[in-house]
């Protein structure tokens, strides 16, 4: 035991100490921070600023289009109306969306007795936000058009077209009432899964390049001669692990302090209220020490066998499969977070943590549900640990060649 | 009691007999040499005493009981693939080996600086391991393995890589260690070093023992048929029918008998037309020994 605890403290100290640490512990949510920050801000401006003309054979939807088009959330918008259009209008128009004069014609021709028929006009068929604006400026604009013209107030006709939007309250186990937003709520479990994932998958790969470091550096036998290999490795999950749990615990602190600040209090008022359960606080760390360590041990098994780096890599896309697969499934667990998909997907130990969060972002499971798929990721990490731990003794005094699959099978019998 | 002790162990790897009924012990005090060409089998029989690999079949006994972990704290061991963790200092890392082996922090401080002033290398506990040079990191390996004072020391190709001066530095400490009661175990392809410092030796060949004992006893099983002569006049005696083989540098002469050859008829002969300085029968070096019982046998 007290040899176990050397290790890992040595395997500590000297990652905390290492650059990597530092770039890591403040540069992954930087970066985070900026996608985030880029995505947003850059749908903020996306579609806007356009150069338009509303072509339409009826004038009336035409100006009640154009007013719905340049609104608040595009006040740079620049709209031609004609109307009424003639068909030489038309040719003209178009030629002017050839030679970029205007980004984009949208013509409605108005038949009697039916509903108008829209086509829109531009060099680019990617621009779907533009395209979703006019219908919806359509839309809108026809219903206000046939209900004032059939007798309704200008008021009544705008509440009715602006719709009513829902209050999405979430109701908790113990019968309270939070505040909740689907989107956050996405957002809330990306955001958390995504760390979950990146920090199991790191530090995963740290075992792994910690263990082909020393295999270069010939340390191993030295450290036969005083250790066991399982305590060696025990010591190495461990003294990561623990490096692990120091950066989200920097993390959380920062995250708390930032949370608590003035910055943060508009952030949680209002539609973008975000809520941290304590289970969620508890949990985290819990699912990262699991994933953590059933990642870690298959990395080290697989590390001992390898020669260089470089030959670790190829197994990185077995490692990442089932971060993929869960954030495949984003949408089908924040949607339904109780199907059997997402029961199962929450189950399956490598997809367990990230499922589980992406699930508690929406609802908090039942208690059966973590109890069993924390027993499942502790049965696997035992097992992954039985399996590592043989491939580990015989790799890591071997040296020169690459074990290919027969060789690999020999080293599991040997004791 | 022996110190370490094996018996008709055995050791093999897919279809490769590594080690083959090999038995050997050594005592407390002594200075053992395991010595074989290269593949013999050295390093396959030290890592079975360090419970490192288990043998196939045959008992390794360490302080007179069956191997087990525990034994290790007593042993100082410096591998033939060894190396140092680069980025930790020196200092540390032996306070961490230090501490493997049971020694307190401060402690194994304490030893480590000694040790360093011992072996010259005070000036570098601060410094990083990767910025030493690899003499240097050998010496510190070399420590690593004694901080503890273990009272069986197992060294595989301890001098290889070392320059004269560290050599004999390194020649030095371990015959100290050998005064102080400890059983020292070395590989070797250095044959000088063995002469000078191994009480006795075991040749493996081919997983087996071709030659064991004590250096004196085995040399005195073979015959002293090499002659030096040191003489002035005529040469004549080169052409004796004692001689199976000759080489004279100018009045410098190595000369082989046949077996059962007659030195002292030979001495006569040259008596009898030169003027002789020097007439010395040698016995052969281990390194003829070790030509002789190997001879175009080994693996390498």
């Not at chain 1, 829109?120 to 359509?138: E, H, P, W």
């Not at chain 1, 399996?387 to 790799?395: H, I, N, T």
């Not at chain 2, 010595?35 to 030290?46: D, E, R």
Request: net charge neutral; charged share 20%; hydrophobic share 45%.
């Amino acid at each position: 035991m007290r040899n176990i605890f050397l290790i890992a403290k040595r395997e500590y100290l000297e990652q905390i100490r290492g650059r990597a640490f530092r770039m890591t512990t403040i540069g992954l949510p930087a970066v985070f921070a900026a996608v985030i920050a880029v995505s947003y801000l850059s749908s903020l401006g996306l579609g806007s600023g356009k150069h338009l003309a509303i072509a339409a054979t009826d004038p009336a939807l035409a100006s009640e289009i154009k007013d719905r088009v340049v609104s608040k959330k595009d006040q740079k918008a620049i709209v031609d109306v004609i109307a009424p259009a003639t068909a030489a209008d038309r040719g003209r128009l178009l030629e002017q969306v050839r030679n970029k004069t205007i980004d984009g014609l949208f013509w409605i021709e108005s038949p009697v007795g039916a509903l108008p028929k829209a086509t829109y006009f531009s060099k680019s068929s990617g621009d779907f936000v533009t395209t979703r604006r006019l219908k919806t400026a359509l839309n809108d604009g026809l219903v206000n058009e046939r209900l004032t013209t059939g007798g309704m107030q200008q008021e009544q006709a705008d509440a009715l077209v602006k719709g009513i939007s829902i209050n999405t309250l979430q109701v908790k186990v113990d019968g309270q009432l939070v505040k909740s937003s689907a989107e956050m709520s996405l957002w809330k479990g990306y955001v958390m899964a995504f760390l979950l994932s990146m920090t199991t998958i790191i530090y995963g790969m740290n075992v792994a390049r910690s263990i082909i470091q020393e295999k270069t550096s010939r340390i191993f036998e030295v450290m036969l001669a005083t250790a066991k290999p399982t305590d060696m490795l025990a010591g190495k999950l461990i003294g990561v692990g623990a490096v692990g749990m120091t950066q989200i615990a920097i993390w959380l602190v920062t995250a708390i302090v930032l949370f608590a600040s003035p910055f943060a209090a508009a952030l949680m008022s209002g539609d973008l209220s975000i809520s941290f359960s304590w289970a969620e606080g508890v949990l985290f760390p819990v699912y990262f020490l699991l994933g953590f360590l059933l990642y870690s041990s298959l990395f080290a098994g697989l590390a001992a066998t390898c020669e260089t780096e470089q030959e670790l890599q190829m197994y990185m896309p077995l490692a990442a499969a089932p971060t993929w697969l869960s954030f495949s499934m984003i949408l089908l667990i924040v949607n339904d977070s109780n199907s059997p998909w997402s029961v199962a997907a929450s189950l399956f130990p490598p997809t367990a943590p990230i499922i589980m969060f992406l699930r508690m972002a929406s609802q908090t499971p039942p208690l059966w549900q973590f109890a069993a798929s924390i027993g499942l990721m502790m049965l696997s990490i035992w097992a992954t640990l039985w399996f590592s731990s043989k491939l580990y003794r015989v790799g890591i005094l071997m040296y020169g060649k690459r074990a290919t699959l027969p060789e690999l099978l020999r080293w599991l019998r040997y004791s | 009691m022996p110190v370490v002790e094996l018996a008709e162990v055995t050791k093999v790897y897919e279809n490769k007999v590594a080690v083959d009924h090999l038995s050997l012990s050594i005592e407390a005090g002594q200075m053992f040499g395991l010595l074989g060409p290269n593949g013999a089998g050295k390093t396959s029989s030290i890592r079975m005493m360090m419970g490192i690999t288990m043998p196939d079949s045959g008992e390794v006994k360490i302080f007179g009981k069956p191997f087990e972990r525990q034994s290790l704290e007593r042993v100082g061991y410096l591998p033939e693939e060894r190396g140092l963790y680069k980025k930790m200092k020196v200092v540390e890392q032996l306070v961490f080996f230090g501490e493997l082996h049971g020694l307190t922090a401060t402690e194994a401080r304490k030893r480590a600086a000694d040790w360093a002033e011992r072996l010259q290398i005070a000036e570098s506990l601060d410094k990083k391991t990767e910025e030493l040079s690899k003499g240097m990191q050998q010496k510190i390996q070399f420590i690593a393995s004694l901080l503890h004072d273990p009272s069986l020391i197992v060294m595989d190709e301890p001098f290889s890589g070392l320059d004269p001066v560290n050599a004999t530095l390194l020649e030095r400490t371990l015959i100290d260690l050998k005064d102080q009661g400890k059983a020292i175990l070395f590989s070797t392809h250095r044959m000088d070093q063995v002469e000078k410092l191994c009480d006795s030796i075991c040749l493996v060949n081919r997983g087996a023992a071709v030659l064991a004992g004590k250096v004196r006893e085995i040399k005195s099983r073979y015959e002293r048929n090499r002659v030096i002569v040191e003489f002035e006049g005529n040469a004549a005696f080169l052409n004796s029918n004692e001689i199976a083989e000759s080489n004279n540098y100018s009045g410098h002469a190595e000369i082989r008998l046949k077996p059962h050859g007659d030195a002292q008829k030979l001495l006569h002969e040259a008596a009898a037309g030169a003027t002789i300085y020097r007439f010395e029968l040698v016995e052969p070096s281990l390194e003829e020994i070790f030509i002789q019982t190997v001879g175009g046998k080994s693996d390498a």
